[in-house]
Structures are given as structure tokens and as C-alpha cells.
């Protein structure tokens, strides 16, 4: 090794943070940190005696700087984004996006995006409808028509006095501020946490071809153009679904009452226009996809401006339709748009159904390993479905048993209670919830046998120990605990399926029997009739408890800081990609994240030609590697990779195949050679890459959990379970750091090659 080249040039252990909120105190041991750069939500920290380190890189001699990232704040520092938890759907329904299989024909690849972004656009539909449910179906139109459910709420005296189609229209108001919230809350994200421009790298065509991640391409953690029409689409549907709830009612009445009049022609015309308008966001929603190759500066700005100004002038326009003087309406059941939601969750079915034939056959065509065989993503999209229609159900049941003082729906109170369909798709969770037990004493059995079988192989991986059978189970069942990791697919298909039977079968019995469950079963034997009411009852009672609890964490979360950070790992996790299908999911934090990443190590390296270690834990590993495929090749000769914990090969590499897959990490291995992974085998969450490549192997045989099994010299203390945590304590973190960077000054030049050029990371030797 060249002593001269490690005295005079510095080089950096650059750490990133997993899940959880790890403060920069914490990531680099010393309570006094100072910030070099970035601000309060993201930013690289470094302890206060390394402040000046460039100024005396002698005094370091081999021994790397630590600067800690710390990305916290991005998912769990600001308490106001717990509120999110209630758009949870839209975040899985995002996922669902990202998690196709590789496929190498674009026509299919197009199809699975088109069906994704319909999902999603059915989604916001579904939470402004259940939204128009609320204000404008229970409260507006059965409780403040009522005199039994208005007269002891003075809070609807205003709503009681006036005719049906006013107080829909009164009533209007929720919905259309829930969705100028959403897109608000959309645009504000974006511009708070998601605009930032990538560093400017190398053209598209230098880094194509088949092995090559969609990751590395420029324009992959900038996609504003589609975010700016997908919001746009997203929140005149919202408005779009409002108006529909307001033409239908008075247009069945002025049809009812005096045939094709004028006022049933300004309703049929109405209706014409709010038909053509919904085509023209069904356009755009399936017109455009992501623009990767190169960050997207383009905007449409007319297109939402005209969008967005039609489908406000047509909602206003049905408002005062609704509101205009209709002698002796009164209303009576339930609102007539109300069946919407039918319609809605058979259309939900169908695309559902098109997306699973769809990955299939991506995965036929593409190979390579994708989990449930290429049904991953439908998986997911079924479950965001699902949790969509438990919030609305909830939502309506909650509202309808507090309107009617607790009374059954459908049973005869003062209000008609929510749509039939919401009360049959209750009742179908605690079927969901009978099969969900099922499975968990089935793996909770097959656990407790995997446990007796590992306790032999613990016991042989600490020889000349005198065993404990308590010590040995305690490791063992740590052990299967982290392998049920790699059994979720099977979990996730079984649970897929039986809610899409449960859903087509809640369907059929709505539309069939046009009555709750309760009253569906009025003729059928005393048993299957006590069944059927009893599902129903308990199945409201679940899901308004459900809705209630996600309210509760919220508030929860909110308040408290420690809360908060339990609730961001579901951030960390579910909000690393941007946001191609759903715009009012929660903000992507990756698109500021990898950014800050690669323009810190150019810049520095740039500055110092120094090296880095690029240090990764859990999640952290994944934005690491992101901003790896991000940087030019001049800067990632001289970067190494530490990942530990790490999910890429475990969950990443087979859920999200088409950019983490085996291909794709090779390539990342390819491009970097400097790259090893620790793991453990009590570890749930990190796991080893598996790459099939000669050369320097990228993972380090399992390290031991715990360190070791009894009382020794070198430990006297009984060594506690790691797991997940703690990697940077293990002897061997420091080795291995010591080895990546003794290659890196073996392997790379003194000095710094000039921009576009060198050996990208490859060893010359």
C-alpha cells in the first residue's frame, strides 16, 4: 500500500441510517455533532472534533472520517404527517406499481402501468365517495330529512329547514375539501421534499442494456411531469365524483315527476358533460408514463388548468341544479348515487383480475424470480383495495350508528343506515379474520417444530460449550422467527385470495338480495339466518373499531415523538418509491434522499480525492445502492459499499425484481467490486445478496448471534440477542471496513479522474 497516498488523502465511512429514526448522536457515538450540510429534515453530521478534518487529513493517516446521514425527519419528524396513516391504501396501491415482474416486452410492461394507475384513480374515487356517503347521503339527505334522527342534533337544524337537493348540496362541501386537501397536501409535498434536481451524470445511452437497473437512469428520482398529471387527474375525479352524487338524485326526480322537461334536460345535459369529462381523465390518467432516461421538466400546465377548471365549472354547474326549487321533494331511503359503490368494487374486480393475467404473463415472458410467480403486485393492489373499502364501510358504519344511536343498519331506525354493499363487505371480515387465524395457528405450529429442529444445528455452531436447552431453544426460535421472512408470500396468497372470493361474494349477495345480510336471511334455517346477523353486527363493530384505532394512532402519533417514530417505520418502508401511481400517497422521502447521497459523495470526492465507505444499515442499504446506480464512474471508483441488515436480496430483490432483482445487483457488484454484506441468521429483516458471480464474493459468512452462547473470559456478561441491530459492535464491521478501503487505495489513483471517465470501480489487476 501506498503509506504516502494514506497520509495525505482523507477519506470518509459515509453512514446511512434503517428504519426507525437513528439520531446522528446515536450513528456516530458522541453526544457533541455538528451538521456539515443539509437542514433539520435531512442532512450529514459529523462529530464536533472531525469538524475540520479536510484541513489535517495527517492526522487521520488510514483511519476513515465518520459523516452520519441522518433521513429521519423525512418520514417520522413531523407529527402532522401521522395523518397520513388514514391514505394508507394509496401508499400499498403505489407499492403495487413498483413490484411487476422483469419482462422484456414493452406492450406488456405499458399494460401493467395503465391497470395500476386505474386501481389507483378508483381509489381516490372510493374515498370521496365514501366522503359524499357521509356528509351528503347519511347526514345531509336520510338524518336531516328525518325528524326522529334530526330533532335532538341542533347541529342540523340548518340542514333540516331546507329542500333535498340543497342540503346534498350543503352537504357537497366535505367532499370537495377533502379533495382540494389532498391535492394541497400533494403539491406541497412534492415541493417540499420531492424536487430535487439529480446530478447531472452521464448521457442515457452510456448506462443501457438489459442488466442495467432502471435505477441508474437519470431521471429515475425526478418524475414531476406525471406526479403534476396524475394530481391533476386525481382531484378532478374527486370533483367529478361529487357531481355525479349531486345530479343523480334531482335528475331521477324531475324524470320521475314530469318526464323529459327542461329541468330533466339540463340534468341529461349535465350528465353528458360529466360523462365526457370523466373520459378525458381516464386519457390522461393512461396517457403518459414515467419519462426515466432524463430528469422530467416538462409540464402541462394548460392541460391541468383546463382539466381542473371544466370539472369545477361542471360541479357548480350540478350544484345549482341540485339546488334550484323542486315543489313537494322529499327525500326518502337512501341517496340514489349511493349505488355507485357496486359498480365501483365490480370495476375494481375486473381490473384486478386484467393485472394478475397481465403479470403473469410478464412473468412467463421475463423470467428471472419474482414472489406468488409475478402476482406480487395484484397481491398488493387486492390489499389496497381491500383496506380502501374497510375505511369507507368503517367510516359509513361509525357515521350511521352514531346518526341512528346505535341501531343496526338496515334495521328499520330512523336512517336507512350506509349502501347495502358496505354492510355485506363488513360482514365478510370476520370470515377474513376466522381463515387470518387459521393460518397463524398453522405457522405457529410449524414455528414451534422448526425450533426443535434448529436447536441441533445451534448446538453445533458453538462447540466445546457445555449447552443449556433454554439458551439453545431461545436462539433456535430466533432463528424460525426470521425465516417466517421468507414464507410472506405464501401468507400474503392465501389472504389475497380468500378476500377476493369474500369480495365477489359480498358483490353477488348485495346485488342479488338488494337487503343487509340480516334481512337477506330472514327466510333461510334458524342457523345460517343466526350466522348471517351475527356476521353482520360484528362485522360493523370491527370495522368502525378498526377506523377508530387508525384515528386513535394518528393522534397518537401526533402527540407523542416515540409514537411518531413507530409510525414512520411504515414510512421507511412503504414511501422509498416515488409516487408514478398514486399522487396522493404519502411523499416519496428517496427522492430527496438518494439525491443528497450523490451529491455529497461527488462533490467531496471531487474536493478531497479522497474515498468513501459507503456505509449502509437495513434501509439505509437500499438508498445507498440507489444512490450508487445514480453516480458517474469517475466517482464510484472510488466509493466501497458496507451493507448490514440489509433487505436488498431478501425482500427488495423479490418483490421489487424488475429493479433489485439478481440481474440488477450484479450489475451493482459489476460496477463496484468493493461491495460486502453482513448479515445474521436471527435476523427478520437482512439477509444475504446470493450473487452468483466470480470474484470477490459479496457476502461474509452469517455472523454469530448472540457472540457467544455462555459465559466466557471475553465474555463474562450472557451475550444478548442482536437480531436486526447492533452490526457496527461485531469485530468483524471494522474488518471488513478496513479491508474495503485498503482495496480502494490499492485499486484506485491518486488522483481523481476527470468527469465521464475511469474504470468505473473494476480492478485493473
Known sequence: MRSDTVRTE???????????????????????????????????????????????????GESPVPDAYSWCNLTSGDGSRALWLLLLPFMVANLAHWMRPPVSRPGL???????????????????VAAACEVAMDLVAWQCAGNAACAGGKSRLSFLAAGEPGRRIAAGAALPVGLTLLLWWLSR????????QRPLPGPQPDEREGPEV???????????????????????????????????????????DVGGIGILAAVGWLLTGVLAGLTIAVIAVTCGMGRSEHAPDEALDPRLARAMLGGTAAALLATAGYACWHRQGWNAGGRLPAGEAFGWLALVQGLLLVMLACVAHL???????????????????????????????????????????????????????????LLSWQASAIPVLLLVLAVVVVVRGR????????????????????????????????????????????????????????????????????????????????????????????????????????????????YRDAGARRTVGILWDVGTFWPRAAHPFAPPCYAER????????????????????????????????????????????????????????????????????????????????????????????????VHLDEPGPPVDRAPLPDPAAYGRTEEHPLPAPLLTHFDYQADPAFAAERGALLGWLYRNTEGTLPPQGQGNGGRSSG
Not at 30 to 49: L, Q, S
Not at 188 to 195: D, I, N, Q
Not at 226 to 239: C, E, M, S
Request: proline share 6%.
Open 362 to 420: 410478464m412473468h412467463c415472458s421475463g423470467g428471472g424470480r419474482a414472489e406468488l410467480r409475478g402476482l406480487g403486485g395484484p397481491a398488493i393492489a387486492l390489499l389496497a383495495c381491500s383496506l380502501g373499502g374497510v375505511l369507507t364501510g368503517g367510516i359509513a358504519q361509525r357515521v350511521a350508528d352514531w346518526l341512528d344511536r346505535g341501531a343496526t343498519p338496515g334495521s328499520g331506525g330512523a336512517v336507512a343506515g350506509p349502501p347495502v
Open 213 to 255: 437497473t432502471p435505477l441508474a437512469r437519470r431521471g429515475f428520482w425526478y418524475g414531476r411531469r406525471l406526479v403534476a398529471r396524475l394530481r391533476a387527474a386525481h382531484t378532478a375525479a374527486g370533483l367529478l365524483t361529487v357531481a355525479v352524487a349531486l345530479v343523480v338524485p334531482p335528475l331521477e326526480r324531475d324524470i
Open 109 to 127: 410492461d405499458r399494460a401493467y402501468d395503465v391497470l395500476v394507475r386505474l386501481l389507483a384513480l378508483s381509489l381516490t374515487v372510493l374515498l
Open 593 to 688: 434522499a438518494v439525491p443528497d447521497l450523490t451529491w455529497r459523495m461527488t462533490t467531496w470526492t471531487r474536493a478531497h480525492r479522497g474515498r468513501i465507505i459507503l456505509s449502509g444499515h437495513s434501509q439505509g442499504s437500499v438508498l445507498a445502492a440507489a444512490a450508487v446506480w445514480q453516480l458517474d464512474p469517475a466517482t464510484r471508483a472510488r466509493i466501497a459499499l458496507l451493507t448490514y441488515g440489509s433487505p436488498l436480496g431478501r425482500l427488495y430483490g423479490r418483490w421489487f425484481p424488475a429493479y433489485f432483482g439478481p440481474p440488477a445487483l450484479t450489475s451493482l457488484h459489476g460496477e463496484l467490486h468493493a461491495w460486502r454484506n453482513l448479515w445474521r441468521r436471527t435476523d427478520p429483516i437482512g439477509g444475504p
Open 446 to 557: 410449524r414455528l414451534l417444530r422448526r425450533t426443535r429442529a434448529l436447536v441441533p444445528k445451534v448446538e453445533s455452531d458453538y462447540p466445546g460449550e457445555e449447552h443449556d436447552p433454554p439458551r439453545s431453544r431461545q436462539i433456535a426460535m430466533a432463528r424460525a422467527r426470521a425465516e417466517l421472512t421468507d414464507q410472506a408470500a405464501l401468507f400474503i396468497g392465501v389472504i389475497g385470495a380468500v378476500a377476493f372470493l369474500l369480495g365477489a361474494g359480498a358483490l353477488a349477495g348485495a346485488w342479488l338480495s338488494g337487503a343487509v345480510p340480516g334481512r337477506a336471511g330472514a327466510g333461510a334455517p334458524g342457523w345460517l339466518r343466526t350466522v348471517a346477523e351475527t356476521a353482520q353486527g360484528l362485522g360493523s363493530w370491527l370495522v368502525g373499531a378498526g377506523v377508530v384505532a387508525l384515528i386513535a394512532l394518528g393522534r397518537r402519533a
Open 188 to 195: 406541497r409535498t412534492w415541493y417540499a421534499y420531492e424536487s
Open 10 to 60: 482523507l477519506s470518509l465511512e459515509l453512514l446511512v441510517h434503517g428504519v426507525g429514526g437513528t439520531t446522528p448522536q446515536t450513528m456516530l457515538n458522541d453526544p457533541r455533532v455538528t451538521r456539515v450540510c443539509g437542514d433539520d429534515t435531512a442532512g450529514i453530521y459529523r462529530r464536533a472534533e472531525d469538524a475540520d478534518a479536510e484541513r489535517r487529513p495527517r492526522e487521520y
